[in-house]
Structures are given as structure tokens and as C-alpha cells.
């Protein structure tokens, strides 16, 4: 089973829109992470959500994380070209605060200019 | 603002030869991680180390697989006898207390 599953598996908006991705997962987490990674490249943590909190704000990023659905969104607002890349959320089981990360296989967002 | 940094940043070897990634650390970070990406797929946990032994290891991370850290600053990871499916993005990854994991560029490894 996947911990860890990301929708829409792409998204293609306009600059100035926002974007919003979603997340699935299956077992109790200690925290939820989301990441971004451009083409070829390494992933760069963008901001992590811990199991007792509900809402997070980093910029033009917000994320919510909804335990009883165990699922998290992802929103960025006013997108930016510069924002195209893949997106993937990333879980630390129940216990683990610095265990591995369990990734999903990602949102690819394309910001049309 | 410090980073992770990996050596090489590709790194192409024949099955069944041995193959040493490397990996700098952020300098105050306690926890180290590789993760590995084949190409079009996501990315999986590889192994933990903490405190100069494994903490967590994946059912990918099997005989063939060793991490060392050899002194202060360096981590590695050795495959012993590489396979094609070996094949790869390699990332190292740390941490401290915040559990906010900082990834390094990768390593593209090519098994031919």
C-alpha cells in the first residue's frame, strides 16, 4: 500500500492563479512534509507539519493537515512561473520524529506565464 | 546558508563493481539519510544513521548496501557489487532536532 499519495498528478494553471495539491496517507504520522523538486535536481524542503497542528503558513505557501481523513492540501497562491516543478508530500510514521521519510510519487505542476 | 553537498554528481560503473557516494553533511546536523530515485519513479528511503549507527534501514537497503561515517564531516554510501537496477538518483539527506530534512543535488548512478 502507498503512504503517501499525491492528487492531481499534474496540474497546469495560469501565472497569478493558485494551485492546490493534495495528499493521501494510510498509518498514524508523527509529522507531514511537503517538498519541491525541479527537473533533474535535487528536492528542497519547502515546510513540515507536525500530527497536532492543523494549519501551517509559509509565504504564499498553506498547508492543512486533517488527521481524521488522514490527508494534507498544499496551496500556493499567486503562482509564479518559477513555481513549475513536481511537488511531493512526505510522512514520518506515529514514533518517529527523525525516522525515513515515506514520499508520494508527486504532483508535477506546470505554471503557464 | 549551508547545504548538503555529494560527490559525484554522476557516476557510471559496470555491474558487479563496487561504487562509493559521498555525502558533506550540514555541519550541526545529527541525523544522515540516503534515499534513492530510479528515474520516472518516486522517491525511497534507503537508510538512517544516528549517533554513528543505523538506525532505520529499508528492505532496499539489503547486504550489499554499507554507510560509514568516517569522520566528521563525510557519509557514505558503498554498494558493493552493483546491479543494472542499481541504477539510479542517489540523494543524502540531514537533519537536526527539527526533523526538517535538507537534501543534497544527487548523485545520478548508471549501471551498464
Known amino acids: 500500500s502507498q503512504q503517501g499519495e499525491e492528487d492531481p498528478q499534474a496540474l497546469s494553471i495560469q501565472e497569478g492563479e493558485n494551485a492546490t495539491m493534495n495528499c493521501s496517507y494510510k498509518t498514524s504520522i508523527n509529522n507531514l512534509q511537503w517538498y519541491r523538486q525541479n527537473s533533474g535536481r535535487g528536492l528542497v524542503h519547502l515546510i513540515l507539519?507536525?500530527?497536532?497542528?492543523r494549519e501551517k503558513h509559509s509565504g504564499r505557501l498553506r498547508v492543512t493537515l486533517d488527521t481524521s481523513k488522514k490527508s494534507s492540501s498544499l496551496l500556493i497562491t499567486a503562482s509564479r512561473a518559477a513555481d513549475t516543478a513536481s511537488y511531493f508530500c512526505a510522512t514520518v510514521l506515529a514514533g518517529g520524529g527523525a525516522d525515513g521519510l515515506t514520499f508520494g510519487k508527486g504532483t508535477h505542476l506546470i505554471i503557464q506565464p | 546558508e549551508p547545504e548538503v553537498t555529494q560527490t559525484p554528481s554522476h557516476q557510471v560503473t559496470q555491474m558487479g563493481q563496487e561504487v562509493i557516494l559521498r555525502c558533506v553533511p550540514i555541519?550541526?546536523?545529527?541525523?544522515f539519510y540516503w534515499y534513492r530515485q530510479i528515474l520516472g519513479q518516486k522517491v525511497e528511503f534507503l537508510v538512517s544513521?544516528?549517533?554513528?549507527?543505523?538506525?532505520?534501514k529499508s528492505e532496499i537497503f539489503d547486504d550489499q548496501f554499507s554507510v560509514e561515517r568516517p569522520d566528521g564531516s563525510n557519509f557514505t554510501l558503498k554498494i558493493r557489487s552493483t546491479k543494472l537496477e542499481d541504477s539510479a538518483m542517489y540523494f543524502c539527506?540531514?537533519?537536526?532536532?527539527?526533523?526538517?530534512?535538507?537534501f543534497g543535488p544527487g548523485t545520478r548512478l548508471t549501471v551498464t
Open positions: 555541519s550541526n546536523h545529527l541525523y
Open positions: 539527506a540531514s537533519t537536526d532536532h527539527s526533523y526538517e530534512q535538507y
Open positions: 507539519i507536525r500530527s497536532n497542528e
Open positions: 544513521f544516528y549517533n554513528n549507527e543505523i538506525s532505520e
